[in-house]
């Protein structure tokens, strides 16, 4: 059968990594955007040979269409309740209609199974979705890869450059938290795409640092004296968390609200993938914490 894999998203970082990783294994690439996508973005696929297929995404017609003949649907669309949950649902129906072999959500976080409801407001969105997924006629794979590195890059509470301090909730500095960089993930995602056999969930990081690892690790590679900070209990991070969510309604129509970012910090201390999946498929390759560091 030939591996025909449709892509929502493709349009954003994620999505465009995640084609550029397809093509490098020689899939066929279909790209569904919105009507009012970027048009040097769409360009910019079409020029590296990805058929682009412009389509309504609250039209169940035209994204059945869109599906026909696809083998597999990877979803790496962004966004609040409207886009994980109502335009997947329908990218999902139109993927079942059109007799799609399997879908992988955009997902690409931590386990948020581990995570009660309340604690993340676009986990809690990703968990609706998924009570429909989990029954549909329809083989499907979830990419759980912790935080992104990028985090890293931030100067959050966790790693800040600025006062050269590791903060850390909870009362176990050796808790390691799982990161995976952008690549990484999606040349996992790709592998995951020419996979018959993926089980239902998939977990990775590219390493996994505690608070005093990171610590250590940072004085030699910055040769500079970071300082260990506790922040206080998660059971006080997610009070705070939801009386910062409750005093700032607006944020519910914004991606990444600040009290979003610290439900984040809340999850990655909470969240940890203790079995790993790096190495399903031999010849990829992991990124290390030390060139991620040494790298800013």
């Known amino acids: 059968m030939e591996n025909l894999i449709l892509v929502a998203g493709g349009t954003g970082d994620l999505g465009n990594r995640i084609i550029k990783a397809l093509l490098k294994r020689n899939a066929n690439v279909i790209a569904i955007v919105r009507h009012t996508s970027d048009s040097p973005k769409v360009e910019e696929l079409e020029k590296i040979g990805v058929k682009v ?28 309740r409207e886009t994980i949950v109502e335009v997947h649902s329908m990218l999902l129906d139109a993927a079942v209609a059109a007799g799609v072999f399997s879908f992988i959500p955009s997902d690409y976080s931590s386990d948020f199974n581990q995570i009660a409801e309340g604690e993340n407001r676009n ?47 909870g009362d176990d500095a050796d808790f390691k938290v799982d990161f995976t960089t952008k690549d990484d993930t999606v040349s996992f995602t790709a592998a995951v795409a020419f996979d018959d056999t993926a089980p239902e969930i998939l977990r990775i990081a590219s390493f996994q640092i505690s608070p ?64 790993l999946d790096n190495n399903r498929y031999p010849g990829l390759t992991w990124s290390s914490a030390e060139a991620i560091l040494s790298s800013f």
């Open 53 to 80: 297929i412009k389509v309504d995404m609250s039209s169940i017609a035209e994204l059945t269409a869109a599906c026909k003949g696809v083998t597999r649907v990877v979803s790496a669309l962004a966004g609040l």
């Open 212 to 275: 005093n690892e990171l610590v250590a690790m940072a004085n030699i590679i910055k040769s500079t004296a970071f300082k260990l900070m506790p922040m206080g209990t998660l059971e006080v991070l997610s009070a705070h968390n939801k009386k910062e969510r409750a005093a700032n309604p607006q944020g519910e129509n914004e991606l990444y609200p600040k009290w979003q970012g610290s439900q984040y910090m809340h999850s990655m201390f909470t969240a940890q993938n203790n079995l």
């Open 123 to 169: 986990f809690d969105l990703r968990k609706e979705f998924h009570k429909k997924l989990d029954v549909a006629p329809i083989a499907a794979t979830s990419i759980m890869n912790g935080a992104f590195a990028d985090v890293l890059f931030y100067n959050t509470p966790f790693f800040n450059l600025k006062d050269n301090s590791v903060g850390y909730w």
